[in-house]
């Protein structure tokens, strides 16, 4: 198992937060959500895209981003920001194995205390006019490069 994590902001479609959930199951990685959430997280609403995976993941609930700020200094973790205004692309990137990958509400993003947070910001290159990956597409794109330079190496 990797030390690699995902973290989801404030998520607010339980489709998209169980399809993270099973990607984390299969790849061996664990999950942070900060709440609060914008539905209620049982597996009733995570169910249908986590499947049977959900008990094969391990998932940290934060109270706010406060929490898991704190969390994450006390673990000497770096927070990697996926957003559509970073400079960096995601496979110019260095990750390390204790980077948690962060990926914002469906809705909104994050809000700019939390973008400022980041230690790094990566952008997934997409063709002009468009607006956003899906979270879980993001998700599984930056994860497989993370792993792919670190736990896969």
Known sequence: M??????????????????ILRLAACMGLAVDIIE???????DKNLRRAGMD????VTMTRHVNFDAFQAWRSAEGRRLVLASTRAAVRYTDFS????????LGRESAGVPEPVHDAADA??????????????????????A???LRQTAWS
Do not use: C, K, W
Request: proline letters at 6%.
């Open 53 to 56: 995976y959900l008990a094969h």
């Open 121 to 142: 910001r990566l952008i997934i290159p997409m063709v002009e006019g468009q607006r956003s990956i899906n979270v879980a597409m993001s998700a599984a794109m930056i």
């Open 95 to 102: 990750f390390r194995d204790d980077d948690v990958l962060l």
């Open 36 to 42: 609060p959430a914008g539905f209620v997280l049982s």
């Open 2 to 19: 990797t030390r690699l994590r995902i973290a989801l902001y404030q998520p607010d479609i339980p489709g998209n937060t169980g399809t």
């Open 144 to 146: 497989g490069e993370a």
